[in-house]
């Protein structure tokens, strides 16, 4: 902060709104007459002035504001409550838009950290007044903070805190106990397709005795959305296999494909949703499910979409257990090693978007698309196994990267780019995904677009207290369409960072992330490992976590970046058509 310059702040209450003003005065401009307090020690630089009488003064259209609601806890009830804060800001002369964002942005998120997120009016102002000091904010001139609690009757439900950003608020679930068991029966059997669980396995997962369970499970069953193996075992039975879309052949080993058959692009995914949303892209398809009453089965189906032949496959399981990791590794490397052809692999499924919280045109919504772009160090994928911190308490995030040596993927995603700035109704995938609505109708989910109020961007700040942020407004500009996606680019990230609100956040401000993804190391191991060259990742925005934890979006999402790699795969050049 310049020298001779103090931190003024000068509260006014109008109604049941307070606003504190804080801005930068040089010293000797200061009215004394209207100061009440001069900070020392510490706080030194920070004025306290008198209440404005004349009430909120009009200081003209703010240049950014961020929004968000406080759940809080009355520590003398212990009753719940809810404030509205604001936030709005004004720059100096000649400050870009790049750096307003970037400014508000950082000031925010040092301002709601976790670990010293300031819980009463006080040392919320006072935290707010100690960051206007630093340097590293000095292009913000003012900074208005509008506070209001509201009634009980205009506040919105408390989210439960084990579904931040996912699918539900506090409430009891009143459904029947064996509704509830058999939507988890079914949720767990779509998580291990294609592998059969024994009826032991899902009384201990669903926490439920077996009667219950087997009661259950004939009632998926006489719907058709599960099938009774062997030696008991239950697996997930996908609707084509009954609709006839789809051929279906249970096999011991892949049977042999003729040379100009093979399928030269792979296609994996890792939750059921994604793989039901990748097929419904192809046409002529056959399923075929390499059944094991123990240990990993596989499922590949193979089809064409546009000129090409793909294959697509489920990952049985993924993420950060040992068991997970070495079952993903293995099926990618099984997969490349069946169809030995293969010249490009896309991963292709949901993730968590990174919120930007200041600038409208960046910040990815629930069912935006994702394309995986190279940063300048030519890596798209940041995987962080273990954070490390110093004496001094700086955190790192020593990492593992993967990049393409084949960019072919990368031309084409600039070209859909270049197109959209020059064009930006361009939007293939729009078509695609109605396309793919219609064919997935009788499935049991719902690949509709979610209502947009069911966008909601929570964070934990800790002692079971959540702030709900609201997402950016459009400053100029042509606001863009709430009925479709947008478009994204950028690396993904994911490791043990994802894992905590805080160093989520840190984790993809530092490595530039657009989207935190589930684990998928051991894959892109096996990818490189196999010799493929080119590959990327295809994702549509389901929650602001990884992808997992909020099943109201997860179909229409997974279905938007399956639409995507179509439009993709549309515009590779196919050598096998060149001699027709």
């Not at 400050?95 to 670990?115: H, M, N």
């Not at 087997?214 to 239950?234: A, D, P, T, V, W």
Request: with cysteine.
């Amino acid at each position: 902060m310049a020298s001779g310059e103090d931190v003024v702040m000068t509260p006014t209450k109008k109604g049941k709104t307070t606003h504190i003003k804080i801005e930068r005065k040089r010293r000797q401009l200061s009215d004394s007459s209207s100061i009440v307090h001069v900070a020392g020690g510490h706080n030194q630089g920070l004025v306290v002035a008198k209440d404005d009488a004349n009430g909120v003064e009009d200081l003209g259209q703010p240049q950014l504001q961020l929004g968000f609601l406080c759940f809080l806890i009355d520590q003398k009830t212990n009753e719940h409550f809810v404030e509205s804060r604001k936030l709005k800001f004004w720059y100096r002369d000649g400050t870009d838009y790049y750096s307003q964002v970037t400014t508000a942005y950082e000031f925010f998120k040092e301002l709601v950290r976790p670990e010293n997120f300031p819980r009463d009016y006080v040392g919320f102002i006072t935290k707010c007044m100690k960051q206007m000091q630093g340097d590293h904010y000095s292009l913000a001139r003012k900074i208005d903070l509008e506070i209001q609690q509201l009634e009980k009757d205009e506040a919105p439900q408390t989210p439960d805190l084990n579904q931040i950003n996912g699918i539900g608020f506090t409430k009891e679930d009143m459904r029947p106990v064996e509704e509830i068991v058999r939507e988890k029966l079914l949720t767990v059997l779509e998580s291990a397709y294609p592998n059969v669980l024994a009826v032991e396995d899902l009384m201990r997962i669903t926490a439920s005795d077996e009667a219950v369970v087997m009661l259950q499970l004939r009632e998926l069953q006489s719907r058709e959305l599960i099938r009774e193996m062997e030696q008991g075992g239950f697996v997930r039975q996908v609707l084509d296999e009954k609709t006839g879309e789809t051929e279906v052949q249970m096999v011991k080993q892949m049977p042999t494909i003729a040379a100009n058959q093979q399928p030269t692009i792979a296609i994996i995914t890792a939750l059921y949703h994604e793989k039901v949303a990748v097929d419904a892209m192809m046409e002529n398809k056959t399923t075929y499910v390499r059944y094991k009453t123990e240990g990993e089965s596989n499922v590949y189906t193979t089809g064409y979409i546009g000129e090409h032949k793909v294959v697509s496959t489920k990952l049985p399981q993924i993420g950060h257990f040992r068991a997970a990791q070495i079952s993903s590794g293995s099926i990618t490397t099984r997969l490349l090693g069946s169809f030995q052809n293969i010249e490009h692999v896309f991963i292709v499924g949901v993730a968590g978007g990174v919120p930007q919280f200041a600038d409208y045109y960046r910040h990815p919504r629930l069912g935006d698309i994702i394309f995986s772009k190279c940063d300048a160090q030519r890596n798209l994928y940041y995987y962080c196994e273990k954070m490390t911190q110093d004496k001094d308490g700086m955190i790192s995030y020593p990492t593992k990267t993967w990049a393409p040596r084949d960019f072919e993927l990368q031309r084409i995603v600039d070209r859909i780019r270049e197109t959209r700035e020059a064009s930006p109704d361009y939007a293939p995938w729009e078509r695609y995904i109605e396309e793919g609505q219609q064919l997935l109708k009788a499935q049991e989910a719902n690949y509709e677009r979610p209502l947009p109020e069911t966008d909601r961007l929570y964070m934990n700040i800790g002692d079971n207290q959540v702030i709900e942020v609201q997402h950016p407004e459009p400053r100029g500009g042509v606001p863009r369409r709430m009925d479709v996606p947008a478009v994204h680019y950028g690396v993904m990230g994911a490791g043990r960072p994802i894992r905590n609100e805080m160093s989520r956040h840190e984790f993809a401000s530092h490595y530039s992330i657009v989207a935190c993804d589930m684990e998928f190391d051991q894959v892109l191991e096996s990818i490189v490992g196999n010799r493929k060259d080119s590959f990327m990742f295809v994702r549509g925005v389901s929650d602001y976590i990884n992808g997992q934890h909020n099943r109201e979006w997860i179909p229409y999402a997974a279905l938007a970046a399956a639409a995507a790699t179509k439009a993709i795969i549309k515009c590779l050049h196919n050598p096998q058509m060149d001699d027709f």
